[in-house]
């Protein structure tokens, strides 16, 4: 079971970089397969970027925490 208090933690960690650029990001769900959902808000949304924000970032830095994350995904 991944503790949810410390993936928020985590997302509280990046998500000033994600606001500097005008973006935010959003913890929606963790899954019971290990998935965590995200929700990348404001100028993210749409960015061509976004991809890369996620997977070498946001996940990045929660899969060095959290080993048994499986994957991060954005959704809507």
């Not at 899954?31 to 061509?48: A, F, H, S, Y």
Request: hydrophobic share 40%.
């Amino acid at each position: 079971m991944i503790d949810k208090t410390k993936l928020s933690a985590i997302l509280d960690k990046v998500r000033p970089s994600i606001q500097a650029d005008g973006g935010d990001v959003e913890l929606v769900n963790i899954r019971d397969d290990n998935v965590v959902e995200v929700r990348l808000k404001g100028t993210c949304n749409g960015c061509p970027m976004a991809t890369l924000t996620l997977k070498a970032g946001i996940e990045r830095i929660i899969k060095e925490e959290i080993p048994e994350v499986a994957e991060v995904i954005s959704v809507n």
